[in-house]
């Protein structure tokens, strides 16, 4: 990749982006067509860019950064304050749709590990789109607005373990076992260290200056992605628990302002490249899986959000609303997918359909996703009207 | 009197808290994490679509909590006003000019000790002392803040006009 077409890349997510925020949508689809467009598949007019090692190595970044976010945000004390819902809301959320995710990655791959995979892409809902929706909808007054977001937090915890398993899971059962050992015991790990280090972390972090603090706190994001990935659990998670592990600090506000530009602008990029590797010509093959998990989606984001508020004491309006808002997928189904794709156990042809399904999925739900919210309170009145006493008129 | 308020927290947005209003709407005060506010209106407590949102930087919230809150102004408008705080009570008690209290710091003034008043905060031109210290001196034309039970603020009225302070009290 030339400096150059890095020119145009960004300028194509950015007038992209500005279109879909125009529309009221999300960004993330915005560059994932970016990346469809310019990439070197279909549409072969505009292909300009190749997958290299350096978008590879800027992808890897993007990943790194979105992780070392959610982390930041994970912190045992805010974990245990979320509320009530985390529980029952999350559990209804993740065996409905985990086991409809099933159902389709079962028709994709059968009973191996891409369709376990595929099934994690379709249960994850985005916390990045369903956040923004409920910011720019306004609904963040509505009581129903605490359900939609303990079930994404109880969805992030559920990722965190399954971004692993992706990346080097698959082998057999003993393997996979071990993997799970070497992801929970990495985690434990992150978890005891963000209790008993943050203060010495806090200590020397607080002394140094403004440029050496920038590089320690990367120094020590970049070294924790490196572990990690050598230990064979991914960079994620290691990216991961770097975030835990300073999430208890008192620095962790300024981590965040000061490098809330470096995860924009590499998450786009990581998006954009990701959307360099939808092949197109693979929609024979996975146009009708994207259609039906569409729909399994919106049957069981609404179908679970109606049992989780009838449980969580909300209307049947409010469970409406709630389970549109989970419909829209996002970050979390794009990294899996990514993950699964460079594990060496998934097969070249299952890895190219994986890629496109995850692509052209995001793009569908992200996009329903978000026209739907913006209309649920006005669906919702019509599927649920107010029952009346006396017959009006 | 006590509102039943219910705070959330709302993981990456912030914090929010809500009651219902006396007359049965709905409030919804949203703190997010970059110091933005949000007030969500329900005119009524069931309505799904908010009657109205403002949005508030960090500084305007603090200045209309501050004037909702009653701490602009107070003195001058109700000379006497109280504020029941379950047994306790918080009232405003100007100084009179003649008040040989004037030029005591407060811990010479022995206020608390004498009538189990405790001075939390003094109201002066141009600037309010809050959280008022022992070695606060009380100035001419200021008015004190207290906190104690409902009959102890007229003993403490009586001595902040007439004294005797210092010496002479013992």
Redesign the interface.
Known sequence: MTLGELAVTIGLLCVLGLVARRFGLSAIPAYLLAGLLLGPNEPKVLSLIQPSEVTDFVADLGIVFLLFFLGL?FSLT?LT???RHVGLGGTVDLVFNFALGLIVGVAAFGFTFAGLVLAGCVYVSS?AIA?KG??DF?R????E??LV??I??FEDLVIAFMLGFAAAGGGAPSETLVLVAKALGFITVGLAASRWLSRPIDRLLDRLPLEFFLLAVFGFLVSAAAIADQLGLSEAIGALMAGIVLSETSVREQIEDRFFGFRDIFAALFFFTFGLSIDIGAIPEVGWLVALAVVLTLVGKLGGGLIAGAAGGF?R??SF?AGVALVAHGEFTIILAQLASENPLVGAGESRDLVAFAGLYVLATATIGLVLMKES?RL??VFFPTPRLIEER | MPVDLRE??????GV?Y?FRTAIGGRL?V?LHIDGQR?I?F?RRA?D???SA?IDLHDDEARQLGAIIGGAYERPQIVEDLELALGELHIEWIPVPDTSPAIGLTLADARLRARTGVTVIAILREPEPVSGAQPEDMIEQGDTLVGVGKGGQFVEFRRLLASGPFGDEAA
């Open positions: 945000e805010r304050r979320t509320g916390s956040v409920l910011i306004r963040l007054g509505d009581d607005t605490d977001l303990a994404l937090v209307t309006r409010q609303n309170k919702g009145r | 959330t927290r709302l993981p990456g947005v929010k809500t919804a949203i949000e969500y329900y069931d799904d679509e908010p949102v």
